[in-house]
């Protein structure tokens, strides 16, 4: 396995005062509260900008619980690309596309590829295993009908968060059924588990989100267990997998998920890359406009699928 340590000066007093100026996190614990944070748009000078020289759409994508929504980035000039699905963060119960243009848009221009964004369905309204069947059933309609978007028939996936969890349980799926070839996940301090009691959990409790046990777990799993797909570091086994890049952040509860994971696959002879950002927060990449930390990571994650797709 390839560890890289990123550590720059500044990523840590740019988390502290982001950390400071938002407060301290309140963990969502009623539906009423949940809405008003769905419908708050992001902050452009938190969350910077989104690349001009890429236009966005909005295209509706087949899916076995109905038509799910997403956001098309697609570069202006050349022929048929890669197709890179990106999934959001929130806990299975928040966030979505618009929270992440700054990556997205950035990540089609440099990586040159077509990245579409995936608004899947969330919890509560839509319990577990909702967002894994937009999500896998996604990943095969792109396989299967990239190009009608300008896709070249090779088809990546990466997200953040809840988005990185859901992105590996598909990966797991896909193994399992003899679904979608994937090219290369790309997971962002990933949520891989629920309630673990890891050191970075202990340590970080609090910082931005807390790993405990809570209201969102529970309106998510909806009393159902969190076997492999849901948690994928519960899995049984995971050879056969795409090849890795995981993204952690130092600072962050969930940051020995991102190791473990990282770890449990270089074991099982998956290719991985696992790059972690010292002093860093979680989520990171949805403040781009404040934290360098965030923009260093979308070249770097732009660079390896340059790097891992390449020319068709």
Known sequence: MRTRLVSEPEFAGESAALLARIGAAAPV???ETLRRDRVEPP?????????????????YLPAR?????????????GGPRPVLLWLHGGGFIGGAAADIEYACSRLAARAGVIVVSLDYRLAPEHPYPAALHDTY????????????LGGDGRVAAGGQSAGAALVAGACLLARDLGGP??????????????????????????????????????QYLAGQPAAGYAAPLRAERLDGLPPALVIGAGRDPLRDDARGYAARLD?????????????TMHAFLNFC???????HAV????????WALGPA
């Open 29 to 31: 614990g009623d539906c």
């Open 43 to 59: 902050d452009p000078a938190l969350a910077g900008k989104p690349d001009p020289a890429v236009p966005a759409g909005e295209v």
């Open 65 to 77: 619980g109905g038509p799910v929504g997403a956001r098309l980035y697609r570069p202006r000039a």
């Open 137 to 148: 059933d996604v990943l095969g309609w792109l396989a299967a009908h990239g190009e009608l």
């Open 181 to 218: 070839a994937v090219a290369r996940q790309v997971l962002c301090y990933p949520t891989l588990d629920f309630g673990r009691d890891t050191e970075s959990a202990r340590e970080f409790d609090g910082v931005f989100l807390s790993a405990r046990p809570g209201w969102a777990d529970a």
């Open 267 to 279: 074991a099982a002879g998956v290719d991985v890359t696992h790059v972690e950002y010292a002093g």
């Open 289 to 295: 406009g404040v934290l360098s930390a965030g923009r």
């Open 299 to 306: 070249g770097l994650i732009a660079a390896d699928l340059a």
